[in-house]
């Protein structure tokens, strides 16, 4: 998943800051695997890759969306999100 989200990033013009993994967090049936994407690019760019995001075969939901200009003047976002997605816990055996 990692290397997809960065890759339609790129697809998309944007330039990534940061894009790396958060710790896992146990669930009671499965783990939520947080992901950190920081980028910069311009809002329809931004735009394309949330959609783009959403085709992928994994569920991915975006938490804790911010949305900055890199400066006063400039028409350029600074756009920061953690993204999820989850996987399944093994099943125990019980002995």
């Known amino acids: 998943m990692l290397s997809s989200v960065n ?3 790129l697809k998309n013009s944007l330039s990534f800051t940061r894009v790396d993994w958060g710790e896992k967090q146990v669930q009671e ?5 947080p992901l950190n994407i920081e980028l910069t690019g311009n809002y329809d760019n931004i735009g394309q890759l949330s959609e783009a995001i959403a085709t992928l075969p994994r569920i991915i939901s975006l938490h804790d969306v911010e949305w900055n200009r890199v400066s006063q003047e400039s028409s350029t976002l600074h ?3 953690r993204a999820y997605t989850y996987q399944f816990k093994p099943e125990e055996t019980k002995k």
Not at 29 to 33: I, S
């Open 7 to 9: 890759d339609l990033g």
């Open 79 to 81: 756009f920061r999100v």
């Open 29 to 33: 049936f499965l783990y939520r695997l």
